[in-house]
């Protein structure tokens, strides 16, 4: 077993690189005591079920979409020895966004890399077969998921925490849906009891629109298209 040391980092750096290694998502947790203090780890691909609803018009307010191909990728391949064949192999893992589905290649050598051509997917540094899977997925997870996020503000509700997930309505077929909460901010002022949120839409919650840079996102009568 590894062991990480901790050496010219905060606390909290070396546990989200710590967390962002193991293909975990790293929270804080400002509800639990002690406040501000209590960190939850969760791995990418976990919990789909909504904890609420929220509807545009009533209890959603405001909600800003993003959508992007900044660091875009579809794939990221590994390079990895087997030692009782001495053969050496390439394992690459897509995200079809037509069909919403991984696909999974393995074969020998760098044969893949000519196949699929340039662009298509990211390779990273050379490493075990036993390891493999791990890294490929905490590679590819945190691109595919980070293409289309949004913030938005409610009426207060307690319910709304980061790593939640979250059903949004009334937005349209291509940003309604499934979202998991990345962050949350509750505020007391004259005006009541408010929550404002990040999220992103993960892949498997249904399909994301593919971007057009040239126009960008429009609001229409409390919609919002492409």
Excluded at 20 to 48: C, S
Excluded at 49 to 71: C, E, I, M, Y
Excluded at 104 to 110: K, M
Excluded at 147 to 158: D, E, F, H, K
């Amino acid at each position: 077993m590894a062991v990480r040391k901790q050496s010219g980092v905060n606390d909290f750096q070396f546990l989200s690189e710590v967390a962002k290694d193991n293909g975990w998502q790293m929270y804080i947790d400002h509800t639990a005591e002690p406040h501000g203090r209590v960190l939850k780890f969760q791995f990418l691909i976990q919990d789909y079920a909504p904890s609420l609803t929220l509807k545009w018009g009533s209890t959603l307010t405001d909600f800003t979409p993003r959508l992007t191909t900044v660091g875009d990728i579809e794939g990221v391949s590994a390079c990895v020895w087997v030692d009782s064949i001495k053969m050496d192999f390439t394992i690459t893992l897509n995200w079809d966004f037509d069909r919403a589905m991984f696909k999974l290649s393995i074969t020998p050598g760098g044969q893949l890399g000519e196949l699929l051509g340039p662009g298509d997917t990211t390779t990273i540094k050379p490493t075990s077969y036993a390891t493999a899977p791990r890294k490929i997925l905490t590679e590819l997870l945190p691109k595919l998921n980070g293409r289309l996020t949004g913030s938005g503000n409610t009426v207060g509700n307690p319910a709304i925490k980061a790593s939640r997930v979250v059903r949004l309505e009334g937005l349209g077929d291509q940003f309604s849906g499934l979202y998991r909460v990345t962050s949350t901010t509750h505020t007391f002022d004259g005006g009541g009891y408010k929550t404002s949120f990040q999220a992103r839409k993960e892949v498997w919650f249904g399909s994301i629109p593919l971007p057009n840079p040239s126009r960008g996102l429009a609001r229409v009568q409390g919609q919002f298209s492409v």
